[in-house]
Structure formats: C-alpha cells, structure tokens
C-alpha cells in the first residue's frame, strides 16, 4: 500500500482504525496473531544439540578420546567406559553453563529492548515495540528511536534523522499532508517515519502501516542477522590465561611421562596420568563459569532495577572512581511541588502535596488561604502555565496520583488545579494554533494560542535568566510596566530568595500579537514578551541518596551532582545530600563554558556540584575527569546527553524519562532513575569481579595441588598416589559444582570501603597468584603426606594408600573452598553465608563416600573401603593447609 499518498480518512478505513482512540486490546491481539511480533528475523541460532556437540570440540577433550581409544585397544574396558562418562557428563556441564549464559543474555536483550507510547483503548500507554501492529496509533518525540513504519498523521516541528536507512545526514522535516507523486524515494517520503530511525526534534503521532520484515529496515535485515557476540576484557585475559596453562600443562604432562616411565612405569600408564593431569592443569569450565557468573550478576542487578546493556560494563564498574550523576529524579524525587508563587513583588506560598491537585494559597506570610483568582498576574502566570504544557494528572489510585510528561510542567499543571483550573476548560477558550517545542539551548518552550474573540497571545515558559532577556516590560500592581533595571534587579532578588529555599524558579511570560499574524520560527515568537512572574517547585531528595553518597565516599568514589538548576538551588540540595562539603567548589554553566578542557581538568577534582549546565558541558566534564585519570560514570537521559554517556567510562541512561538514544548509548540502564542505584550496580560490579577471581583462586589452587602431588611423588621414586581416573574425578566433580557456587556469593562486608579497583590490574594483582601456590603447594603436599603414611602402615596394598590420598585431596580442596571467599582468611565470613556453596561441598562429600564405599564404583575407580580411623588423619591433613595459613593470618593481626 501507498501509504504516503492516501488521506487520513483512506488509511483509517484501509487499516480499520481509530485515529482518536487506537485499537482495543482484543484487536492488537489478534493482529499479532495475524501479523507476527514487531522484530527481525534474526539469524540461524545454534541448536541445542550442536551446542552439546560443540563442548567435544576442546583439544584436551580429543587428546582424552585418544586416551579412550587406547585403553579399549588394550583391553582396560572398564577405564575407557569410566572416562567416556566422565567426558559426557563434563560435556553436559557445559552445554548447561553455557545454555544458561545465553538465556540470561537474550532475558538481559529483552529487558533492554526498546518501548513505544501507543494508544489503546483511548488511552496513551508504554509498551515493547515488539507488540505493535498495523493500526495502531502511536506518539514520539524528541530522543525517541521511532519502532516500526509509521505514517505521520500529527507533526509539531517533527524532524528525524534518517541516515541508518537513506544516508542522508541532516534530518529531516516531517509533515501531515498527502504525497501525490507516485515514484518516490524513501528518502523523499516527508509523511513518512521509518523503524529505526531517531526523532530529533519536535513531538508527532503517527499509525502504524508496517512492522517486522515488512517495514523498510526488514528489507536490509540482513545487516542485523549476526549479532556480536560481547567478550569482556576479562574474558579474553582468561582466553589468554587458558592458552598459558595449555602450554604449561603438555610441558607437565611430558615431564611426568618421562620421569614415571624412567621410574619403571609402564608407558600406557603414565600417558593416561599426564593426560589427566593436563586436563586437571586446565580450568577447561572457566570460560563458561566466568560468563554464567556475569550473567547471573546481570539477574541480580536486573532485580535491584539495572539493566546492564554491554557485559564489559559489569567490570568496569568495579573500577569507578566518580560518579557524575543528574540531580532531577535521580538524586531527587521527580515529584516536582509548586511551593512559592511571585509576581509583581509579591511572593504567594501554596500548599499540598506532591501531585495532589488540591490545595490553598497564602499571601506572604499570612495564615489564612486567599482567592488567588483576584490577583490578575497570579491568575494568567497559572493559567499559562497550564496551557504551556503536555503534562497529564492520573489517578493511580484513591489519592495517589501520578504524572504522565515532565515533572516540571507536572508541577505547573497541578499548582493551577490547585486554583480550579481545568485543562479542558482553558482549552475550550484558548485554541492552540502552533507550539515551538521545548529545547535544551534554548531553554524554552512557546505556543500561540487564539482566544473566543480571535485575539491571538504568544505565551512563554522557561528558565528565569533568559526569560528576562527575552522581555521588554513586566506586570507590576496588575499594570504593564517597562522591564527597567531596577525591575531586573527585583526579579533577580526573588529569584535568588527562592533558590536559598532550594526551589527551582520557572518564569512565566506572554505578548498580544496581532489576529493572523504568521509567526515563522521561535527566535521571532520568544522577543518583547512582557514579564508575568516565577513559579518556585521543589524536587525534594531521595531519602536513601544520602546514604548511597555516604557509601561511595566510603568506597573512594566521589559524586560530582550535574544540574541545570540555578546555582543556589544545586548548593542547598547537595549539601543536604553530604556532596558540597566546605573543601569543594561549585562552577556553573558561565564558568565552564570559558574554560577549555585542559583549564577544567585542573580544578576539577576540587568541583563537587555543576549548575546551570547544558548537556554540551557534559562532554566537557567527562574528559576532564578522564584526563585526571579516573574512571567515570556518567548519568543521562536525554538526547544532547549521549555524547558523554558514550565517552564515559560507563554511560548510565535513565530507564523511565531517558530517551531512546540516551538509551542505546548507554552500558547501564536504571529501571527506577535512582541513584542508589548507581550504587547497587557499583557494589554487584565490585562482586562479580571478586567472584571471578575467588573461583580462578580455588580452580588453579585445587589443579597445583593435583599435579604436584603427583609430580613429588615421582620425583621421590614412589608409586602414582592417584590413578587417571581419580583426577578426571576430582576435576569434574570437586572442582566444578563448589566453582560454580562460588561465582554467587553473597559481597564482603567492607567490599563498598575499598579502593576502586585499577582497571589495568592484572588478575593475580593483591597476591592471588601468591595464595594460589602456596595453597596448591600445601595441599599438594598434605595429599603426598597421607599417602605416605598409609602406604608405610600397608605397604602390599597400594590401593588403599591411593584412596587415602584422594580422599586427602578431595577433602582439602572442599575446605579450601571456604577459605577462598575471602582475601583475608577462613575465619573472615560466616560459612553458611552461602548456602549454594555449603550444598555444593555436601554434594560433592556425598559423591566422594559413593566412590569409595558403593561395591560396584570401587573397581572402576580404583578405591577401597577406608577405615573410621583413618578419616581423622584424612581431615587433620586436609584442614592442615587452609588452617595453618589462616592461624599465620590471625597471628599478623593480633601483633
């Protein structure tokens, strides 16, 4: 269909819809039947089955295939059917890890996915972009990324950028009208506004004539069908680490061959336990643990309203040292109160609160309400600024009422129900005939209204400072009065005396012009207004955003507050919020603008609150920081501010008033707009990067540990203390499921009173390459110790020694695990604080004794019954290495 040649009438009939109220519910559901969900067709996924097949593909897992192949040639059925278990159930393992790692992402893909504002039912509501349908009518405006084809039925200044689809760079103008031509290119299509595509500028309301593979850019889906795999910088250290160990562990697997055939060895053997042992040095399931660890901290922060949308993010945030963060609604409530009127030299108090629509005013000082009705300027400043809005009151619930828009025209709409203004009833006498939209440089919004009798008025609201500069008179004892310098001077005083209050001042203005009169562009509309007064609001603080600020400083992180408010307010408010201490500075908009990035970055760390500032500053302010070296996190939402979320370190979006582009320039997205949030993310980052290396710390330990005790032994012409299938035992069973345990623990105590992390920090940095030795080492020679002795105690049955030393070596690494939580000692955290880990241990106890006492495992594993009494040597020994290190540990902190 020709969509951009028919008449709203035509598309109505030919789509069955509703211009006014949108399809019912029951309606968009069957056209998703009908139609299919609005997505692309993505590409061919890998199924679950070569998935499972792929985990058979690692070079160690061939080279043990091998070693099956030549226990069957030679007889050993009952080895080669153990080992072909042990590598299906090792491959099961994977194929679980990783199918878990992918349907946390596509869960995390989805979250992040974008949402429209679509009318169903008569009324706007927010829903995935994926549920849209033909027919449906929906709005967007500026910073909004436009979710299927649409053809624009309402244009207020529209304009969208359409370079992903026609490469034409500039945006392009939208209007209303039909396009008669019949050959015409996208590019071309000015009624029309295409899937993918950004709003620039402006607000419109379209209906939906495409979606899915049937919109323009499902003719190029193509381009999307592969999407890129994330990898993390830690990732590809432990891709590097991998291949170090791979090279490491044919050096031992050679070494130990050759030493044990020397040693009178058969060769058949001792291939078997350097295979093994190679398959032990290498933490094969690192990879998938550390990416099932991220995505199951991603869940978690999913829970406590972050969406991480690039996994690096997860730990870089780790490394965050300054948090530059928004005040409006993440440091403050977003519940924006009309608390003080002025005009004319007269300041009115108002009370209520939050968007409760009712409420009284005061003149001055006074207790008893007044009819603001008889003031004049009082009655038009109100009206105005309902009028000037796109703000809309809802009732959620009895007395609990919501704003749909911006908080600040919220708080303007409600203060003027407050006096028993009703929008419907302005609109009835005031016809809008155009709007110039509210933009971030200019600072202002403007419409041109038409009253019952044909005169036309050009109203304006906006920031106090321009709106001053902008008028020529002002109201004044209900007259007009030339703005004149001592006027100026008044309007700054209140300005100020309301800003000491911590308010935010919006002025309001207006001008008569005459009947018809075309008014062309904003910049001849927004001049020789005439001064009606300001309308102070107040924004007040989270209550849990001092805290969170407290926290951060505890955790080296500074919070830097970013806000166009006026200067005063910005300083009342972070210093109610502990940020603007006597040390630090405040610059504003003016300042900042004069100084170059090189001049900035040299008192920067000293500036604790920027006011007045437009998003451009924010560039500006990221790099200057970044320059100090620190890694910055810099909070946004709209669309001038996605420069500087995507130059920082980490680009924090708002998830209910950011934009879409905000958005898809972001690496987290905060559900709630909060900036505990921040916080929270901050501290779970700190977490998952701690895990990561308690379980790289336990693997490599445990794995030291197996080939040095095995490596001695030899060295000390005694026989294997451990039989191949033991290890690859051991390497499945002990290493994975406690590994895996240990990817959800629960964050230290004191992991918010510490240092940032420096991102160029090796993985064994703060000594863990250190712990990893001499935990391996002892371990190693704790296993070596108890094979010694039962072997000296029974030295004609070697099996019975080779079940000690496993059981020994089993029992310590499960009591090593413990010790891993955390940097410090064993005795550092409550055991049971991880009850994922506590089961894990248990479970792996409990396939422990299965092997040893369950009649017919022993021939396969070469195990024997051990007596009670030898247990007490297995677990004094296998305490001995984790115990012995944490006494050294207590011992340091007692002197």
């Known amino acids: 269909m020709k969509f951009h040649g028919m008449k709203g009438q035509d598309i109505e009939k030919v789509l069955n819809t509703d211009f006014s109220n949108g399809l019912t519910n029951s309606d968009a559901k069957k056209r998703v039947k009908q139609h299919g969900y609005n997505e692309l067709d993505e590409g061919e996924k890998q199924s679950a089955l070569l998935l499972f097949f792929s985990q058979f593909k690692d070079f160690m897992v061939l080279v043990l295939l091998g070693a099956v192949l030549i226990s069957g040639l030679l007889g050993e059925y009952i080895d080669a059917i153990a080992i072909i278990a042990i590598i299906i159930l090792n491959g099961f393992l994977g194929f679980f890890q990783e199918r878990k790692a992918e349907k946390s992402l596509q ?12 009318m169903r039912e008569g009324e706007w509501e927010k829903i995935p972009s994926k549920e849209l349908v033909p027919g449906d009518v929906v709005k967007f405006s500026s910073g909004d990324r436009i979710g299927a084809d649409v053809r624009v039925i309402e244009s207020k200044s529209l304009e969208i950028e359409e370079s992903a689809l026609t490469g034409e760079s500039l945006p392009v103008a939208k209007t209303t009208e039909p396009l008669e031509k019949d050959n015409i290119g996208m590019g071309d299509m000015e009624n029309m506004a295409f899937m993918g595509t950004m709003v620039t500028r402006g607000s419109g309301i379209g209906v939906v004539v495409g979606t899915g593979m049937k919109t323009a850019m499902g003719q190029i889906a193509d381009l999307l069908q592969n999407a890129e795999t994330m990898i993390t910088p830690l990732q590809r250290k432990l891709q590097q680490l991998g291949k170090i160990l791979i090279i ?22 001792m291939f078997l ?3 093994s042992l190679a398959v032990a040095a290498i933490p094969e399931g690192l990879p998938a643990i550390v990416t099932v660890a991220l995505s199951l901290g991603v869940q978690r922060m999913i829970k406590k309203n972050a969406i991480v949308r690039k996994l690096p993010a997860v730990e870089t945030l780790g490394c965050a040292s300054v948090i530059c963060s928004d005040k409006t609604g993440t440091m403050t409530q977003n519940k924006m109160t009309v608390t003080h009127l002025w005009s004319g030299g007269i300041t009115w108090r108002v009370d209520g609160v939050g968007y409760n629509p009712y409420g009284s005013f005061y003149r001055g000082e006074h207790e008893r309400p007044v009819d603001v009705n008889r ?14 809005n796109h703000a809309v009151l809802k009732e959620k619930a009895k007395n609990d009422y919501i704003v749909d828009g911006d908080p600040t025209e919220g708080a303007l709409l409600v203060a003027a129900m407050k006096a028993g203004y009703k929008r419907e009833g302005l609109l009835q006498q005031y016809q809008i005939v155009q709007e110039f939209p509210f933009d971030s440089t200019r600072k202002l919004m403007s419409i041109i209204v038409k009253d019952q009798s044909g005169r036309q008025f050009i109203v304006t609201k906006g920031a106090p400072d321009v709106m001053i500069g902008i008028s020529e008179s002002i109201l004044w004892d209900g007259k007009r009065q030339n703005f004149s310098v001592d006027r100026k001077n008044d309007v700054q005083t209140a300005i100020n005396e309301l800003a000491s209050k911590a308010l935010r001042t919006i002025a309001i203005g207006f001008k008569e012009v005459p009947a018809k009169t075309l008014i062309l562009d904003e910049k001849e509309a927004e001049k020789d207004l005439i001064f009606i007064g300001l309308q102070g609001m107040i924004d007040p603080p989270r209550p849990e955003v001092k805290q969170a600020v407290k926290e951060c400083k505890e955790a080296g992180i500074k919070t830097v507050m970013i806000t166009g408010d006026h200067l005063i307010t910005a300083k009342a ?8 201490t006597k040390n630090k500075r405040v610059l504003d908009g003016n300042a900042l603008s004069k100084m170059s990035v090189d001049e900035l970055e040299e008192v920067v760390d000293d500036v604790a609150v920027f006011a007045r500032v437009s998003p451009e500053h924010k560039l500006k302010i990221v790099r200057a920081f970044q320059d100090r ?29 950011g934009t879409d582009v905000a958005k898809e320039a972001s690496a987290l997205v905060l559900l709630d707009d909060n900036f505990a949030t921040i916080k929270t993310a901050i501290k779970e980052g700190r977490n998952i990067y701690e895990n990561v290396r308690k379980f790289i710390r336990y693997l490599l330990a445990s794995n030291v540990g197996e080939i040095l005790v095995m490596l001695f032994a030899m060295l000390l012409a005694l026989p294997l203390p451990l039989v191949p299938i033991q290890i690859l035992w051991v390497n499945l069973v002990t290493d994975g499921l406690p590994a895996m345990a240990l990817g959800l623990d629960q964050p230290e105590g004191d992991v918010m009173k510490r240092s940032p992390r420096n991102p160029k920090e090796g993985i064994f940095a703060r000594g863990l390459g250190w712990k990893v030795i001499s935990r391996g080492f002892l371990i190693g020679i704790a296993t070596l110790i108890a094979f010694m002795i039962a072997l000296n105690h029974n030295p004609d049955h070697l099996a019975y020694a080779q079940t000690v030393a496993f059981a020994t070596l089993v029992m310590a690494q499960l009591i090593h695990v413990f010790d891993c939580r955390s940097e410090k000692s064993i005795f550092a955290r409550n055991p049971f604080g991880n009850m994922y880990l506590v089961w894990a241990v248990i479970s792996s106890v409990v396939l422990m004794f299965v092997v040893i006492y369950y009649p017919p495992l022993q021939p396969i594993f070469h195990t024997v019954s051990i007596l009670a009494k030898d247990w007490l040597m297995i677990f004094g020994l296998a305490a001995a290495p984790t115990f012995l290190l944490a006494g050294t540990f207590l011992a340091r902190k007692r002197k």
């Open 375 to 388: 003031e004049k300027s009082v009655q038009q400043m109100l009206m105005f600024g309902m009028l000037c």
């Open 248 to 269: 490491v562990a044919i050096l031992l697997t050679i070494l130990v061959v050759f030493v044990g055939v020397i040693q009178g060895n058969d060769l058949y053997t």
């Open 573 to 580: 408010i972070a210093t109610q919020l502990g940020i603007l």
């Open 273 to 275: 336990a350097g295979v």
């Open 629 to 657: 070296g620190h890694i910055v996190a810099m909070t946004g939402d709209g669309v001038n501010d996605a420069p500087a979320i995507k130059t920082a370190d980490i680009g924090v979006a708002m998830g209910i008033t």
């Open 107 to 118: 869960a995390l893909k989805e979250l992040s996915a974008p949402s429209v504002m679509v």
